[in-house]
Nanobody
Framework: QRQLVESGGGLVQAGGSLKLSCAAS????????MGWFREAPGKEREFVAT????????YYADSVTGRFTISRDNAKNTVYLQMNSLKPEDTAVYYC????????????????WGQGTQVTVSS
């Protein structure tokens, strides 16, 4: 059974940093495209970042470009999201997901999802 588990969320002041982790188990995800999405109250789930299995190709939403960095360690079956210069509008539940479509920003193209981790940025 494939499973994704996020961690690292929390409460941080605006301008601060957090690093999210997504640990995969049950099957190696090394050949999958991995993505991060977020969902704020009352809003649709939105794309944040994605990374190819090789770790070379990354793609970001405009709203996080230059502030967030996605990376992966296939040996540890873990994907990371380093978030810097956080803003109150970054407050959301963050989800990691696994799929097969390169540079996809569409949630429906990801087959496996974690349970999410809450990130709250205070002003």
């Amino acid at each position: 059974q494939r499973q994704l588990v996020e961690s690292g969320g929390g409460l941080v002041q605006a301008g601060g940093s957090l690093k999210l982790s997504c640990a995969a188990s049950g099957r190696t995800f090394s050949r999958y495209v991995m993505g991060w999405f977020r969902e704020a109250p009352g809003k649709e789930r939105e794309f944040v970042a994605t990374i190819r299995w090789s770790g070379i190709n990354t793609y970001y939403a405009d709203s996080v470009t230059g502030r967030f960095t996605i990376s992966r360690d296939n040996a540890k079956n873990t994907v990371y999201l380093q978030m810097n210069s956080l803003k109150p509008e970054d407050t959301a539940v963050y989800y990691c997901a696994a799929g097969v479509y390169l540079n996809s920003n569409r949630p429906q193209e990801y087959a496996y999802w974690g349970q999410g981790t809450q990130v709250t940025v205070s002003s």
